[in-house]
């Protein structure tokens, strides 16, 4: 870590420094905007929605395949950021702890979904709803987010992380639980797949 | 350079339609209720609560070994014993959980921590014990392990749940790690106090009454962690 890097978090550990200053909110990074929010500035959680809600609702739209369950999954998500944000350590990335609270309650979810034996695809996710396509500009575009979710899963939600949300390796492999090395050969593998599918769907 | 180094071209992503306005105003609305309630410890506050948890077990136990008539050589050596397995609890609290989730290092490094001091616990006792009793003659004989081993596991009951009560919430990446490390806390703080208290100093005992907690407690840990320390 750099030097800088050690002073703003010890600053944080220790609830001073320059972390709710008058810096404004556009120019504000996400850790400063949680810490403001969780000092009880409700512009600052509105400006921390604006920047974190597309990535995580992203992320959610490409794991459930359903607009409907995202959008559920989302308010569940922001929910239980409320309600720990006063667990929230000063200096955490905030993205990594927001997808690893979204990824849980996807997890929560698929669980308790199975266990209420709903109409569940082989890999036990929820069926891919049809006309959905309006979310997508191009026909490329399409038939990569197809190729996307033809994925093993373990290839998917290492794309998916650090490509398409764009976490560091190093954050992706925390949420995963896996070594950032196997996360590294997770993505190659996963993007090589895509490239052949992609290739494929041209050559039609 | 192996293979999965070469980098390839990037892929073009587009972006998803975002939320529906109705949506996104009911997240707002409700992420915008009693937010003056917001405001939780601190990182160095929550460190310093446990500490003051684990401490008091440690202070307890030492009191009940201050009470008995013990040697004072055996007694100073119990009692630096205990300031060094401190140092120890103090350095897994400070490097596991008081960092934020995210910049508290790699996740091996924190799991070797969690099951390798158990088992440097172990040696330690080794090299602290007097004798070694034939497993079947302390069996039969050590009437006494039962209720030390009891005692071990209600301090550090208590030394890990507050330990694990302190950081509820707090992390939603490693849960289980983090909350395996709280119990090694707790587990370190009884069982290095209880060395001060118990004044057996035969191998299997401190193995068994006092050693195996400690293990036991990193395993419990780790079950409630993911369940506590997860948002």
Known sequence: MSASGDASLSAAWLGVGPFVTDTSLAAATLEELMERYVDGDRAAFEALYQRSSPKLFGYLLRLTRNRERAEDLLQVTYAKVHRARGSYLRGAPVLPWFIAIARRSFLDERRSAKVRTEDLSADGTLPEPKGESDDLSTDVAEALERALDSLPEAYREAILLTKITGLSLAEASEILGATPTALKLRVHRGYLQLRERLEQFKRR | ?231
């Open chain 2, 1 to 231: 350079m192996t293979s999965h180094e070469e980098p390839l071209p990037e892929l073009e992503w587009s972006d998803p339609a975002p939320p529906s306005a109705k949506v996104s105003a009911s997240i707002q609305q409700a992420c915008s209720r009693d937010l003056e309630k917001g405001r939780g410890l601190l990182a160095w506050q929550r460190a310093l609560l446990s500490v003051v948890v684990s401490g008091a077990v440690v202070a307890a136990l030492i009191a009940l070994g201050l009470m008995q008539k013990q040697e004072a050589a055996t007694l100073r050596a119990a009692l630096l014993g205990a300031a060094g397995w401190g140092v120890v609890h103090l350095a897994v609290l400070l490097a596991g959980l008081a960092r934020p989730p995210g910049r508290r290092g790699s996740r091996e490094l924190r799991w070797a921590l969690a099951l390798g001091l158990p088992l440097v616990f172990f040696v330690y006792l080794a090299l602290s014990a007097h004798s070694t009793l034939p497993l079947s003659r302390f069996l039969l004989e050590d009437t006494h392990a039962p209720t030390c081993g009891l005692f071990t596991l209600m301090f550090g009951a208590a030394a890990a749940g507050g330990t694990l009560l302190v950081w509820r919430r707090t992390d939603p990446l490693t849960p289980g790690l983090s909350g395996a490390l709280a119990g090694l806390c707790g587990g370190l703080a009884a069982a290095a106090g209880i060395g001060v208290a118990c004044p057996s100093h035969e191998a299997w005992h401190l193995w068994l009454a006092h050693g195996s907690t400690v293990l036991a407690f990193v395993v419990v840990g780790w079950a409630v962690g993911r369940k506590w320390l997860a948002p």
